[in-house]
């Protein structure tokens, strides 16, 4: 017979069971850090990965465990406010856009409105300056009724006097003097225009009193009568005569005899002064002579007049002997030619 092989091992120590092996604990998933050791969403870490390059952050967010966000809830509650908060922001973003259009409009430009207002302006000159010779008119047509019956040879000292002062329009022969600007001068390497030499309120002005110590009897500037107390200023870049503005080319019209003006004037020094504008400047210049030429008159200044005021009795002593037995102390009267002056 054979022997039944045992299990058991040499020694008499029989075999123990097998034991399954024990299961690992999982692995706990370590937050990832980056080179220098912070976590993925720490300031210095986002901010180092931005500067370095922007497309490891997306990595860098990919190894964190990502929470899906909840989605609201889809109720007819929330249906309602969303329309209505569309509704009311679409009707705001209507309004803003018409306002906008409307103050974008030209014709509300600020631009526009300041044209409009100059406009309105010049119309309302226009007429005071029509209004103001309607009222000379009658002024003159009185005037002319008080000198007929007043004293003789009175219409022919206020027709001397308003000749001498400029208030009447006077015409003859005479020469015209015209200064113009100069011609655009050669452009600078680099520019696209050259720079123009323009007519000053100075130069004006002694073109004037040269014509005046000439001999000229009337003067004006583009139709604006120059007197003992015109004005001729610069504003800007416009020149004033009497608070008018004129625009070039400036024509200086003087009555007189043309020739022995044009003579006067290039013999002194206001001809050599209009030379040197001419050579160093390009201010252009021409004469022109007339047999008929036009001085208007003035604007009407304010009447202005001074009278002798009569001393008050006893105030101040006189000289001359009263006559006697006149029976009164009041003073002699004054002549009435020498009160206005």
Sequence with gaps: MHAEQSDTPEGGVPPQPEQPEST???????????????TPYSPMSLLRALTSNPLDVEALRGTEDGHEDEAPADTRLTRTLTVAAAVVLGFGVAISVTNLREAAAPENSPRAQLQQRVLESRTHADELETHREETTEKIAALQEQVLENG?????ERVAAYEQATGAVPMSG???????????????????????????T?????????????AGAEAVSINGQRITSTSAIRRAGD??????????????????????ALRAAVDDSETGTYLNQLASRFGIRQSWEAGEELTVPAR????????????AERGAVPTDEPTAEGSG?????TNDPEGDNS
């Design 173 to 199: 022969p005479g020469v015209v003097l015209s200064l113009t600007d100069s011609a655009p001068l050669p452009a600078d390497p680099g520019t696209t225009g050259g720079a123009v030499n323009r007519v």
């Design 201 to 213: 309120d100075g130069d004006l002005q002694i073109a004037v009193n040269g014509l005046w110590a």
């Design 299 to 310: 604007t009407t200044a304010t009447l202005r007049e001074a009278s002798g005021v009569q």
């Design 328 to 332: 009164t102390d009041e003073p002699p």
């Design 151 to 155: 004293d003789t040879g009175a219409a």
């Design 238 to 259: 416009a020149v004033l005569v009497d608070f008018r503005p004129l625009s070039p080319p400036y024509r200086i019209t003087a009555l007189g005899d043309s020739e």
């Design 24 to 38: 690992p604990p999982p692995a706990r998933r370590e937050r990832p850090t980056t080179p220098h050791g912070e």
